[in-house]
């Protein structure tokens, strides 16, 4: 199923090619940047009823441009961007269905349990998500934290995944060194995804026509998502019009007689 996102720098809803994304912003390299605030995509999605998406702050200067998203459709979005346990509950209280953390439970490189079971303790399991993007060094896929610039001492494996699994409710896998450049998904990423993942799944990188949905739900057994971004007409691309991604959900809703997941 198709996953919409809203990704904000500086108050604004970009797109970017995430292995340029730093901690000063030198060198960041943007596809598009949107006149329409984040709210409008927010209540988009939400006429359409395309559930699932994630709005990411991408840096400093993003709260109010977060909050007017989730106040657009309460509930209907996840919220990644310096989530911690200290202010997990507010951006809940904002609006979001789930709050994406990556970097909070990591210290020294290695998952730091305390700090995910506090987190847990806070919110809850099922509405936490996992941030696990990564980027492919010696053959592996490590997870990579603040703003996908530092590798951890953790590698994507199936027994990681299935003890996350029950501090969590889902996965958000970026393919870092894909994202942002429109020349196809990690196709070995998401069949391994497919494989492994024992909690929903939403794969985001590289994705570049409608194809590539049809794609994912192959390679992925009908388990993962994908989040379409840069590729999608709505944030400038010519690759994937949004309107049939929200099509393609509406068919394969029909096929299974639900919803996405």
């Not at 070995?188 to 929903?200: D, F, K, M, R, T």
Request: one cysteine or more; aromatic letters at 8%; glycine letters at 16%.
């Amino acid at each position: 199923m198709f996953r919409p996102c809203i990704d904000l720098r500086g108050g604004r809803v970009v797109q970017i090619v995430g292995g340029s994304l730093t901690d000063s912003g030198a060198g960041v390299r943007t596809h598009f940047e949107s006149e329409h605030p984040p709210e409008w995509f927010a209540a988009r999605y939400r006429a359409d009823d395309v559930r699932g998406g994630h709005v990411i702050a991408l840096g400093p200067g993003n709260e109010g441009a977060a909050r007017a998203a989730l106040a657009a459709w309460p509930g209907g979005l996840q919220y990644g961007g310096g989530v911690n346990a200290g202010n997990a509950g507010a951006w809940l209280d904002a609006g979001a269905s789930h709050v994406i953390v990556t970097s909070a439970v990591f210290s020294g490189g290695r998952i730091d349990w305390g700090r995910l079971g506090e987190l847990v303790a806070a919110v809850g399991r099922e509405r936490l998500v996992l941030d696990l993007s990564c980027r492919v060094r010696e053959g592996a896929y490590w997870i990579v934290t603040d703003r996908w610039q530092r590798f951890t001492e953790e590698t994507l494996r199936p027994d990681l995944l299935g003890r996350l699994s029950g501090q969590c409710a889902e996965f958000l896998v970026h393919a870092v060194d894909v994202e942002g450049l429109c020349r196809g998904i990690d196709g070995a990423l998401v069949e391994w995804l497919g494989l492994h993942a024992p909690v929903p799944t939403t794969y985001a990188g590289g994705a570049r026509s409608l194809a590539d949905l049809e794609e994912v739900e192959r390679l992925g057994r009908g388990r993962i998502d994908l989040t379409i971004g840069s590729a999608l007409d709505v944030f400038g691309g010519t690759g994937v019009r949004y309107a049939d991604c929200v099509e393609f959900n509406r068919s394969r809703a029909r096929v299974d007689g639900g919803g996405s997941r």
